[in-house]
């Protein structure tokens, strides 16, 4: 059945999830792979986790920089961010019941325009 509520086991599972999917896609598997070697996916799913539990459970589980990472990935277009949104859209959906899902995807939308805002000015855009 599915878990009604927003926990931690809740973003587990749409971190692995999501991840999972990722690393199957043929559009994003190539850009994370270049950026996060094998041996390295563990610790950037603990972090990925970490990030949502705070972002989203207010823990203090993650107090880094996101924008950074992404700023330092050339390649990163449109193309990359609609991929993004629509697998993290198709996993939340099937994972979590409707206002979680909701709460996950409104998150990943704003976070996702603050980059493409900071990327396009970044690069004088
Ligand atoms: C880290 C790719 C969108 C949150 C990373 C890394 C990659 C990546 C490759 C690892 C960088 C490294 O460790 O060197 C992408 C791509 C995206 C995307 C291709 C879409 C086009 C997003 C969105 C969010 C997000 C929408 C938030 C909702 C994060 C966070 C980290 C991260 C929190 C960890 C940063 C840190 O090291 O503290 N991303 N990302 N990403 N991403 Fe994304």
Redesign the pocket.
């Known amino acids: 059945p599915l878990p009604a509520v927003l926990d931690e086991a809740m973003v587990h599972s749409v971190v692995h999830g999501f991840y999972d999917r990722i690393r199957k896609d043929e559009l ?1 598997a190539p ?2 792979d ?3 070697p094998p041996q ?1 996916w563990p610790s ?1 799913l603990d ?2 986790c970490a ?1 949502w539990s705070a972002t989203l459970l207010r823990t203090d589980r ?1 107090d ?3 924008l950074p ?2 700023l ?2 050339p390649e ?1 277009a449109e193309e ?2 609609r ?3 629509s697998l993290f859209r198709d996993t939340v959906e099937q994972l979590c019941p409707p206002e979680v899902a909701n709460l996950f995807l409104d ?2 939308l704003r ?2 325009h603050s ?1 493409r805002l900071a990327i396009a000015f970044h690069r004088g855009e």
């Open positions: 994003l850009i994370f270049g950026a996060i390295d950037h972090k990925m990030f993650y880094g920089r996101p990472a992404h330092a990935i990163l990359h961010f991929r993004w949104l998150r990943a976070i996702a980059f």
